[in-house]
């Protein structure tokens, strides 16, 4: 089945120490996202990648990039976490032509 | 500044009756929106949307109404379920397709057998 993939599902880091999410998909999609949710909050836009193309929105801390090697691949590295950075991390993809974006499970991040 | 929101965090209903789910937005340039669906430790996965050139779009036992001159949608599960309980998100997109979606705040819904 086609889907998104999230890893790891649940992660684990020291404060200050880095930390690399990934996501990789099977829908061969060209835009992919990712989003960051805490409890009972909307999912936030960090960035997203319309194919090569980077997208920061404004408001995303220094702290948080992302990498795309290739179509089906998309990192989030935080290289500094923080306390108020423990969230679950959603990554999504989209057809150009349609915005119904698909989600992966997520991973939950702690920091302690 | 929240564009969409879901005034309701929560919605209690039993087990065969409507299920009414409630949206506002304040981005007049919106104009594409959906519902996710959200099962704990799961991602949100899509459930209905509706282009802004429509009214009303059905899908089984889901429909979603959009009144653009009050900027509000609804979603109505006919009859709820209990599977159907989850967090149910509302997202709104402008431009062309495949922007980025803003999301509402999410509706917790618990249907009781």
């Known amino acids: 089945d086609a889907m998104v993939i999230q890893n790891p599902r649940y992660q684990v880091t020291q404060f200050g120490k880095p930390v690399t999410l990934s996501c990789s998909q099977t829908?061969?999609?060209?835009?992919m996202y990712w989003y960051q949710q805490k409890s009972s909050q909307a999912p936030k836009l960090l960035f997203h990648?319309?194919?090569?193309?980077?997208?920061n929105e404004a408001d995303t801390p220094d702290n948080f990039q992302s990498r795309r090697p290739n179509t089906s691949f998309c990192f989030l590295d935080i290289r500094s976490p923080g306390l108020g950075d423990a969230a679950m991390y959603l990554c999504a993809t989209a057809e150009s032509s349609y915005n119904e974006q698909f989600f992966g499970p997520g991973t939950r991040l702690t920091v302690l | 500044d929240q564009q969409v929101k879901q005034n309701s965090p929560s919605l209690s209903v039993q087990e065969g009756r409507i299920s009414i789910l409630n949206c506002d937005y304040t981005?007049?340039?919106?104009?594409?929106f959906l519902w996710y669906k959200k099962y704990p430790a799961e991602g949100p996965t899509f459930l209905i949307s509706?282009?802004?050139?429509?009214d009303k779009n059905e899908d089984g036992r889901f429909t979603v109404f959009l009144n653009k001159s009050a900027k509000h949608l609804s979603l109505h599960i006919v009859p709820s379920q209990p599977g159907d309980s989850a967090v149910y998100f509302c997202?709104?997109?402008?431009?062309?397709?495949?922007?980025?979606?803003?999301f509402g705040g999410g509706t917790r819904v618990l249907v009781k057998p």
């Open positions: 829908l061969n999609h060209n835009v």
């Open positions: 990648y319309y194919d090569k193309d980077f997208n």
């Open positions: 997202a709104a997109s402008e431009g062309a397709a495949g922007n980025k979606l803003t």
């Open positions: 509706i282009s802004s050139i429509k």
């Open positions: 981005n007049s340039m919106f104009d594409y």
